[in-house]
């Protein structure tokens, strides 16, 4: 019953995903379920915990970045916004 809830542009994303977008004539939002425009490795912490993760992340020279949050869901599994 949830859903993964994320944030469009709160990661950066690699220009090699607008050239394969444009070369591949690929919609945009389709490139999200093709290349999960470089997302690597998701971390689902508690709100309590996010805080304390990215500092953990960013202290071991990790880049970190909040994506979304987890919802009730009303549709989709996951929701792009």
Do not use: C, Q, R
Request: aromatic share 6%; no cysteine; hydrophobic share 50%.
């Amino acid at each position: 019953g949830l859903a993964a809830h994320i944030n469009l542009g709160s990661w950066p994303v690699l220009p090699i995903f607008d050239v394969l977008e444009k070369a591949g004539e690929i919609d945009h939002m389709e490139m999200f379920n093709i290349f999960n425009m470089g997302i690597g490795m998701v971390l689902a912490v508690s709100a309590e915990d996010a805080e304390k993760t990215m500092k953990l992340l960013e202290d071991n020279g990790e880049a970190a970045y909040t994506l979304g949050s987890i919802v009730k869901k009303t549709g989709d599994d996951v929701e792009l916004v």
